[in-house]
Antibody, heavy 115, light 112 residues
Framework: QVRLKESGPRLVQPSQTLSVTCTVSGFSVTSYHVSWVRQPPGKGLEWVGAIWKGGSTDYNSALKSRLSISRDTSKNQVFLKMNSLQTDDTGTYYC?????????WGQGVMVTVSS | DVVMTQTPVSLPVSLGGQASISCRSS???????????LHWYLQKPGQSPQLLIYRVSNRFSGVPDRFSGSGSGTDFTLKISRVEPEDLGDYYCLQSTHFPWTFGGGTKLELK
């Protein structure tokens, strides 16, 4: 059974770094790509970036300078790190398996950027 | 970036009726490999998005045949026939032909 679960802090201070972990089961991160998508409260979806099954990455150009996606294949985990957070980075961060498209999603983690 | 324009923003429907959502892209979504990477998602209230249709017209596993996707180039449509209560929510199109991948702004399907 494919599962993805995000974990991370619910509250981050402005200018600090966000670290979110996506723990997957039911598939290997070396066999399928994994992507991150975020959603501000009450708004639409934004693609953040992806880590391909071979380990390379692609990022949304709007976020690229602040973003890093990596993984630990031994733990089947994917990591999102975003620095210099601002209040408009507040939202739910989802990880999703890339098969036909984003075919399986985690439940998301709601992150608030506030002092 | 490719801009994805979804219409309408809000779509009131009656149960048992039909709904149609349009998604237009600012440039062709035909990839150099010949595939068109346009997908549709439904996000029910309080839930994560779920995949309905991938690559224009392919229903994902378990998606009822009441959902159908069509289109080509820059113009795509999602049709829902015989709308049921569990179909209500926000619908999004996504293009993954060009980086950065971009979503439409969303269409809220609600009861009339």
């Amino acid at each position: 059974q494919v599962r993805l679960k995000e974990s991370g802090p619910r509250l981050v201070q402005p200018s600090q770094t966000l670290s979110v972990t996506c723990t997957v089961s039911g598939f290997s991160v070396t066999s399928y790509h994994v992507s991150w998508v975020r959603q501000p409260p009450g708004k639409g979806l934004e693609w953040v970036g992806a880590i391909w099954k071979g380990g390379s990455t692609d990022y949304n150009s709007a976020l690229k300078s602040r973003l890093s996606i990596s993984r630990d294949t031994s733990k089947n985990q994917v990591f999102l790190k975003m620095n210099s957070l601002q209040t408009d980075d507040t939202g739910t961060y989802y990880c999703a398996k890339l098969g036909s498209s984003f075919d399986y999603w985690g439940q998301g983690v709601m992150v608030t950027v506030s002092s | 970036d490719v801009v994805m324009t979804q219409t309408p923003v809000s779509l009131p429907v009656s149960l048992g009726g039909q709904a149609s959502i349009s998604c237009r892209s600012s440039q062709s979504l035909v990839h150099s490999n010949g595939n068109t990477y346009l997908h549709w998602y439904l996000q029910k209230p309080g839930q994560s998005p779920q995949l309905l249709i991938y690559r224009v017209s392919n229903r994902f596993s378990g998606v009822p045949d009441r959902f159908s996707g069509s289109g080509s180039g820059t113009d795509f449509t999602l049709k829902i026939s015989r709308v049921e209560p569990e179909d209500l929510g926000d619908y999004y199109c996504l293009q993954s032909t060009h980086f950065p991948w971009t979503f439409g702004g969303g269409t809220k399907l609600e009861l009339k």
